[in-house]
């Protein structure tokens, strides 16, 4: 039995309303996604800004309610549960931040932000409490003496130290993780990595690790999932994934290898259109503006994500005819205009071009 299991899961935002207060627009942000965590293991959700990776975390802690789909947490539904038991499930799934600073609070001592949980699930009794804190900070590479310090007190990296002990501290079988690491300095990023794996190998816990460095991806999990306009278009296990991977877009993303050009035809096509967003999502498949294979079914038929013997799954309807991804040279060794915005787009940062701390992989793209 999995850990984790989100079936069709959907989350439409209203973004706009009538005089009427009734909703004339809305973002489909998660529209049918159905994934699965097994116990200990790490998944990574990787895609473009904007393509619903914290929406989907969120939902699977039910911080939001999804509009439609099933959330399974050990086999309970996690959407029939009542407070109680949406209680005892927190103690089972934490969540830590892109940006620590903005989860701590900046009134309370580090002991204090991580004696709150303690108190509030019952978990040690008052005697035991500082013995326990103590315990959490050399458990994430803290000094215990730390305890009576303030959040801003601490570097970046010591902050999320502060924000794992305190996910830690009710002792979770799951964390998401949405971009751990995307703030912090190149030279810190590899040891708040190396800490998550370690914990995880001490403490058995799964992950859900969201991140737009390929290469971080590839150092911590074990399968992941792409996404593309609130939907998965490709999960498969990390190494297959990198080796070869098989939808357009995952290629456009995880490979260096490039993709060939379109026809001149269908070159222009591309350059015209707007990047798609998830308040307009293309029709069919959601790649069909983008993608220099789309045939005519593409724009009307959304493609199933169909998993191959091994587990490997793609949402393509031309996957099986598609060339490997090895043998796919351009001839003028360039890629398309349409390729080359989506291989930038996908390595634009928010805090900037900076580079991964856990080493270089070879396959971060780039455009030629
Ligand atoms: N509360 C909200 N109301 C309206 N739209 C929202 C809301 N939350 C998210 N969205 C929209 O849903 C889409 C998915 O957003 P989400 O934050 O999940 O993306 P993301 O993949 O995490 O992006 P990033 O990599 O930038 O963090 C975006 O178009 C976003 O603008
Ligand atoms: S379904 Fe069509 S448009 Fe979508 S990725 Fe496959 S070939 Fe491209
Ligand atoms: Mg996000």
């Known amino acids: 039995m999995a850990l984790l299991e ?5 989350k439409h935002f209203a973004v706009e309303r009538n005089l009427f207060g009734r909703p004339t627009a809305f973002v489909k942000a998660v529209d049918g996604v159905s994934f699965h965590v097994e116990a200990g293991e790490t998944l990574a959700l990787v895609g473009e800004s904007g393509c619903g990776k914290s929406t989907l975390s969120r939902l699977v802690l039910r911080l939001i309610e999804p509009d439609a789909g099933r959330l399974r947490f050990e086999g309970r539904d996690l959407l029939a549960l009542d407070a109680h038991g949406l209680r005892a499930f927190r103690r089972q799934a ?3 931040f892109q940006d620590p600073y903005a989860s701590l609070n900046p009134r309370m001592t580090v002991g204090q932000i991580l004696g ?3 108190r509030l699930h019952d978990l040690v009794p008052p005697d035991r409490r500082r013995a326990r804190i103590e315990e959490l900070l050399r458990l994430v590479g803290l000094e215990p003496r730390f305890a009576r310090r303030y959040p801003h007190e601490f570097s970046g990296g010591q902050r999320q130290r ?11 079988k799951l964390i998401i993780c949405d971009e751990p690491v995307s703030a912090l300095d190149v030279s810190i990023r590899s040891q708040i990595l190396n ?16 991140s737009h460095d390929l290469a971080v991806v590839k150092h911590i999990a074990d399968r992941v999932a792409v996404m593309n306009l609130g939907r998965i278009v490709e ?14 877009y995952s290629r456009a993303l995880l490979s260096a290898i490039p993709v060939p050009k379109p026809q001149a035809g269908r070159s222009r096509m591309l350059l015209q259109d707007e990047l798609p967003s998830a308040l307009h999502p293309p029709s069919g498949c959601r790649f069909h ?23 490997h799954a793609t949402a393509c309807h031309r996957v099986a005819e598609l060339p490997p991804a090895e043998t796919i040279v351009p001839s003028d060794g360039a890629l398309s205009p349409a390729l080359e915005r989506l291989v930038a787009a996908f390595g634009r940062r928010k805090e900037g071009p900076v580079p991964s701390g856990v080493g270089t992989i070879g396959t971060t793209p780039t455009a030629v």
């Open 289 to 311: 503006t983008r993608c220099p294979f789309a045939i005519d079914d593409c724009r009307i038929v959304a493609p199933q994500l169909l998993a191959d013997a091994s587990g």
């Open 162 to 172: 502060i924000a794992i002990a305190r996910a830690l501290a009710v002792e979770p």
């Open 195 to 210: 800490l998550l794996r370690d914990l995880q190998a001490r403490l058995g816990l799964a992950y859900v690790f969201v």
């Open 235 to 248: 999960t498969a296990e990390t190494e297959a994934l990198f080796a070869a991977p098989r939808h357009p």
């Open 116 to 118: 709150e949980p303690l």
């Open 6 to 10: 989100a079936e069709d899961v959907v």
């Open 94 to 96: 934490q969540i830590i």
